[in-house]
């Protein structure tokens, strides 16, 4: 994995500001440690850091190649898992190849293809090709968004980047908030509105999209979206099909010149992959590194939940024995668990998913001590319908999004002249109501697999995007590349059809995928009820984060006091009742770091608001 930047412009010479794009280039140094890369034109310009992963010296970027009287030069972020298979295509069209690098593969494919090249890709990618001859900057973004890629129209052109602090390296970009800057943070944060990049000007080519800018300006298109069909085969015809494109995701996804792990929560999604990998791993005579993540006496403090029925680490000895594997546990304190709120605002650029950002930005940094890159569950949920507001049908018919039930309350903390200038419910729900709608329903579907298709469409284009955001950056900040098998477009359109009936066989969560994947987990794992991503529930973990918020009220300097009202941060610190903010993740400790993330994101990049 690696980062990008760069600008098009046909109003400056952009080689006269050469060090603005070194800034650029620098703020990006996480992404990719290993190698840098430059290509400086007149009206182009393209960054490159590397985190070397596949053919190390003869992967380097920007790669230019020359065919016929064009000329091309790319810079990528991202992992193809056909690149063989695309690369055998273009040598029976006469291409040559001097390396194994997929993006010399990507680079090829585009000058035979132009931007029909995306379809080909089975990966996770976000990419800028530019066409020296015609003068016109190709952009694309892998079907899923695992991999992100943020813009700008700056006066001089347009300017993109892998992350937004990247972007704001450049003089004509300002650290700026508005009014739905506000709203995007108060009312759907750590959730954003696809598209948009909460600072002032900045936005985010979505999912599936792809884009020409040339002397003309931006014209973005969609590339790939869902379909809806009907679903022919038979049960048995399913979870055998399912078990293929979960399998043969997995295995796509081993090719490494450096070593490789997985994340291992005991739970059914991580435990899946870990098996396969191990399958194969054994095969080659090499053992598996696994990793967890607990917290300083979370055996002493864990309560039973709805949410949370039991705590990950029997299960993770299980799974570790059964697949002997090399386990790695991370087990993080108070102190540190609190300190690394602020880095995950680094990381991120945004406020976000508090401790749950903050614990996997240290799970990635102990990771990257042994490997560079690693295999993790996210999307599976969102895929086959793990979360429970799938299965309980109170929720699932609950008209809006049923992880943020929460306007009203998040409303409230609005200092009054800001509140004023926001309609809460309808800001909220008319992004909720455009997704629903965009949802692709096949014309014979009953009621319940109807909503169940608007379910997975809010799922893939918000919940699944704030844990990817999550997982991209966290990761990234620490220079390793993790991999998400379940993320593979070819399941997400296959499962996007199955009916509900399938999905929950044995009135189950994820029925289909634990009846498909049965042979692979002892039955302990295999039928464990769902637990969330593990989170502290050490109470001096409140007392911390309690700590700092008193700090930010008591110091009239604050600027999260600008926006939010001191009266409802007093009244959040004494409330005894656990108001979600966020999904079963976020509740009143992660609240409480929420706002003390949004005050040092404030100060950190002086966000000043017009």
Same mark, same amino acid.
Request: proline residues 4%; glycine residues 6%.
């Given at each position: 994995?690696?980062?990008?930047?760069?600008?098009?412009?046909?109003?400056?010479?952009?080689?006269?500001?050469?060090?603005?794009?070194?800034?650029?280039?620098?703020?990006?140094?996480?992404?990719?440690? +290993?190698?840098?890369?430059?290509?400086?034109?007149?009206?182009?310009?393209?960054?490159?850091?590397?985190?070397?992963?596949?053919?190390?010296? &003869?992967?380097?970027? *920007?790669?230019?190649?020359?065919?016929?009287? =064009?000329?091309?030069?790319?810079?990528?972020?991202?992992?193809?898992?056909?690149?063989?298979?695309?690369?055998?295509?273009?040598?029976?069209?006469?291409?040559?190849?001097?390396?194994?690098?997929?993006?010399?593969?990507?680079?090829?494919?585009?000058?035979?293809? &132009?931007?029909?090249?995306?379809?080909?890709?089975?990966?996770?990618?976000?990419?800028?090709?530019?066409?020296?001859?015609?003068?016109?900057?190709?952009?694309?973004?892998?079907?899923?968004?695992?991999?992100?890629?943020?813009?700008?129209?700056?006066?001089?052109?347009?300017?993109?980047?892998?992350?937004?602090?990247?972007?704001?390296?450049?003089?004509?970009?300002?650290?700026?908030? +508005?009014?739905?800057?506000?709203?995007?943070?108060?009312?759907?944060?750590?959730?954003?509105? *696809?598209?948009?990049?909460?600072?002032?000007?900045?936005?985010?080519?979505?999912?599936?999209?792809?884009?020409?800018?040339?002397?003309?300006?931006?014209?973005?298109?969609?590339?790939?979206?869902?379909?809806?069909?009907?679903?022919?085969?038979?049960? =048995?015809?399913?979870?055998?099909? %399912?078990?293929?494109?979960?399998? +043969?995701?997995?295995?796509?996804?081993?090719?490494?010149?450096?070593?490789?792990?997985?994340?291992?929560?005991?739970?059914?999604?991580?435990?899946?992959?870990?098996?396969?990998?191990?399958?194969?791993?054994?095969?080659?005579?090499?053992?598996?590194?696994?990793?967890? %993540? +607990?917290?300083?006496?979370?055996?002493?403090? /864990?309560?039973?939940? &709805?949410?949370?029925?039991?705590?990950?680490?029997?299960?993770?000895?299980?799974?570790?024995?059964?697949?002997?594997?090399?386990?790695?546990?991370?087990?993080?304190?108070?102190?540190?668990?609190?300190?690394?709120?602020?880095?995950?605002?680094?990381?991120?650029?945004?406020?976000?998913?508090?401790? %749950?950002?903050?614990?996997?930005?240290?799970?990635?940094?102990?990771?990257?001590?042994?490997?560079?890159?690693?295999?993790?569950?996210?999307?599976?949920?969102?895929?086959?319908?793990?979360?429970?507001?799938?299965?309980?049908?109170?929720?699932?018919?609950?008209?809006?999004?049923?992880?943020?039930?929460?306007?009203?309350?998040?409303?409230?903390?609005?200092?009054?002249?800001?509140?004023?200038?926001?309609?809460?419910?309808?800001?909220?729900?008319?992004?909720?109501?455009?997704?629903?709608?965009?949802?692709?329903? /096949?014309?014979?579907?009953?009621?319940?697999?109807?909503?169940?298709?608007?379910?997975?469409?809010?799922?893939?284009?918000?919940?699944?995007?704030?844990? !990817?955001?999550?997982?991209?950056?966290?990761?990234?900040?620490?220079?390793?590349?993790?991999?998400?098998?379940?993320?593979?477009?070819?399941?997400?359109?296959?499962?996007?059809?199955?009916?509900?009936?399938?999905?929950?066989?044995?009135?189950?969560?994820?029925?289909?995928?634990?009846?498909?994947?049965?042979?692979?987990?002892?039955?302990?794992?295999?039928?464990?009820?769902?637990?969330?991503?593990?989170?502290?529930?050490?109470?001096?973990?409140?007392?911390?984060?309690?700590? !700092?918020?008193?700090?930010?009220?008591?110091?009239?300097?604050?600027?999260?006091?600008?926006?939010?009202?001191?009266?409802?941060?007093?009244?959040?610190?004494?409330?005894?009742?656990?108001?979600?903010?966020?999904?079963?993740?976020?509740?009143?400790?992660?609240?409480?770091?929420?706002?003390?993330?949004?005050?040092?994101?404030?100060?950190?990049?002086?966000?000043?608001?017009?």
């Amino acid at each position: 994995m690696c980062g990008i930047c760069g600008q098009i412009s046909f109003c400056r010479n952009l080689e006269e500001y050469k060090d603005y794009f070194f800034n650029m280039q620098n703020a990006l140094l996480r992404r990719g440690p +290993d190698q840098h890369g430059e290509y400086f034109s007149p009206e182009a310009v393209l960054m490159h850091r590397r985190l070397a992963v596949i053919d190390i010296e &003869r992967g380097k970027q *920007p790669m230019t190649y020359a065919v016929g009287n =064009e000329t091309f030069t790319i810079c990528y972020n991202g992992e193809l898992y056909n690149t063989l298979e695309i690369r055998n295509r273009l040598e029976s069209r006469g291409y040559n190849f001097f390396s194994t690098s997929d993006t010399e593969v990507v680079l090829k494919a585009y000058c035979e293809y &132009r931007e029909e090249c995306v379809d080909l890709f089975n990966g996770i990618f976000a990419f800028g090709v530019w066409e020296h001859s015609r003068k016109r900057l190709f952009l694309a973004r892998d079907r899923m968004g695992v991999k992100p890629l943020f813009f700008s129209m700056a006066e001089s052109g347009l300017v993109f980047a892998s992350e937004i602090k990247a972007l704001l390296e450049h003089p004509e970009i300002d650290a700026v908030m +508005d009014i739905n800057s506000l709203a995007e943070i108060m009312l759907l944060g750590p959730g954003r509105t *696809p598209g948009c990049g909460v600072f002032k000007g900045v936005e985010e080519l979505k999912a599936g999209e792809c884009a020409f800018f040339d002397s003309d300006g931006l014209a973005i298109k969609k590339y790939w979206e869902l379909k809806a069909k009907e679903h022919t085969d038979d049960f =048995e015809t399913t979870a055998e099909t %399912v078990r293929f494109l979960v399998t +043969d995701s997995i295995r796509k996804q081993l090719v490494s010149d450096v070593p490789l792990g997985t994340f291992l929560s005991g739970g059914l999604d991580s435990s899946i992959i870990s098996s396969v990998v191990n399958e194969t791993f054994r095969r080659e005579g090499k053992v598996l590194h696994t990793f967890s %993540v +607990d917290y300083e006496d979370n055996d002493k403090f /864990f309560r039973t939940s &709805r949410f949370q029925p039991n705590s990950d680490a029997e299960y993770i000895r299980l799974m570790s024995d059964y697949l002997d594997s090399k386990h790695h546990r991370l087990v993080i304190g108070t102190d540190d668990l609190t300190d690394a709120l602020f880095s995950a605002v680094d990381a991120r650029d945004l406020p976000g998913m508090a401790d %749950v950002d903050s614990s996997m930005l240290l799970l990635c940094k102990s990771i990257r001590e042994q490997v560079t890159v690693a295999l993790s569950g996210e999307c599976a949920d969102e895929i086959f319908g793990g979360y429970p507001w799938y299965r309980n049908k109170e929720i699932r018919d609950t008209d809006g999004f049923p992880w943020a039930q929460s306007t009203k309350y998040r409303f409230a903390f609005l200092e009054a002249e800001f509140a004023s200038m926001i309609n809460p419910d309808d800001f909220v729900y008319s992004r909720y109501k455009n997704t629903v709608l965009s949802a692709p329903k /096949f014309c014979n579907a009953n009621t319940d697999d109807a909503r169940m298709s608007e379910m997975m469409k809010l799922n893939l284009d918000w919940f699944m995007q704030t844990l !990817l955001d999550r997982k991209d950056r966290m990761s990234m900040y620490s220079s390793l590349e993790v991999r998400v098998p379940f993320c593979d477009h070819r399941i997400v359109e296959y499962l996007y059809n199955v009916p509900w009936e399938m999905k929950d066989h044995n009135n189950c969560e994820k029925g289909l995928l634990r009846y498909a994947m049965r042979d692979y987990l002892p039955d302990e794992v295999l039928y464990r009820k769902k637990s969330p991503y593990p989170k502290t529930h050490n109470p001096s973990y409140r007392n911390a984060v309690s700590e !700092l918020l008193r700090g930010i009220i008591a110091d009239n300097s604050s600027p999260l006091l600008d926006f939010i009202r001191k009266d409802k941060l007093n009244e959040l610190l004494l409330t005894d009742k656990s108001e979600p903010w966020y999904g079963q993740l976020m509740t009143t400790p992660q609240t409480i770091a929420y706002f003390v993330q949004f005050n040092y994101w404030l100060r950190k990049f002086n966000v000043r608001f017009e």
